[in-house]
């Protein structure tokens, strides 16, 4: 896919998400904007995204703001991270294909900006992922779930995807309040039961682990993966028993 990355105040051009892009095969179109000049930095990214048309606009911190500051199409979505609406621009409102990605760490622009966008965008507490643990967002976790946000609303899916057949996944009631909460479920394979389990996205695209069934107590492997569609795939193995 096409990807309009509006990188941060004072970043470089090529820094590691957009590399990071690059790598998994996107085309990233990257201008480079003007530290000083908000608007001027506007001009260039709308012009940019004019030029090229991209599928998605990726858009860090300042370059969150230019993000939310350009016009673009009502099918573009945006995949904001922790973006400085508040330090720049006028715009107060997301479209409704846009998602956030936000450290609960960050110390340079405060999480609650980022729920206070969402809130007052209309957008469900799910459209705003934690993830990471710092203002960069560099990290692998953040970087995997950026090019999987892209992916599922480029795919035109609602986020998070809603037609993750056969697993049925629904936001946590509990958690509403706090971040992206996601359930699966797998059949355990000793026991036959549907066992229900939290998703964790922030934990990459590719998941392993190990848990007791709680039915029958059996040890099963879990997998899950986030595919290139935006569903969620989980099933389970027996635990490997070296002993025998
Ligand atoms: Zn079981």
């Given amino acids: 896919m096409k990807i309009l990355f509006l990188h941060g105040w004072h970043s470089i051009v090529g820094g590691v998400k957009p590399t990071y892009l690059q790598t998994a095969g996107h085309e990233v179109f990257n201008p480079a904007l003007d530290d000083d000049d908000f608007a001027a930095a506007v001009r260039t990214a709308q012009s940019a995204y004019n030029r090229h048309q991209p599928d998605v606009v990726v858009g860090s911190s300042r370059g969150g703001a230019v993000a939310m500051n350009i016009t673009t199409g009502d099918e573009t979505p945006l995949v904001l991270l922790c973006p400085a609406w508040r330090r ?39 459209n705003l992922v934690e993830v990471g643990s710092d203002h960069r967002l560099a990290d692998s976790s953040s ?44 059949i355990c ?7 229900v389990i939290p998703l964790d996205v922030t934990e990459g695209v590719r998941q392993t682990y190990v848990e007791d069934c709680p039915v ?17 795939q989980v099933w389970s193995e027996p635990e490997q028993d070296y002993s025998e």
């Avoid at 099963?220 to 290139?228: K, S």
Wanted: negative net charge.
């Fill in 143 to 186: 970087l995997s779930v950026m090019e999987w946000a892209c992916r599922v609303l480029v795919s035109g899916k609602r986020w998070p995807a809603d037609d993750a057949e056969p697993w049925e996944y629904s936001s946590h009631a509990a958690s509403r309040q706090t971040d992206a909460q996601l359930e699966a479920s797998y």
């Fill in 216 to 232: 029958c107590c059996r040890a099963n492997t879990i997998h899950v993966e986030l595919q290139d569609d935006g569903s969620i």
């Fill in 88 to 126: 720049w621009g006028q715009a107060t409102q997301l479209k409704s294909n846009a998602v956030i990605l936000h450290s609960p760490d960050d110390d340079v622009i405060p999480l609650a900006d980022s729920r206070l966008l969402i809130a007052q965008s209309g957008l469900p507490p799910e």
């Fill in 189 to 195: 394979d000793a026991c036959g039961e549907e066992i």
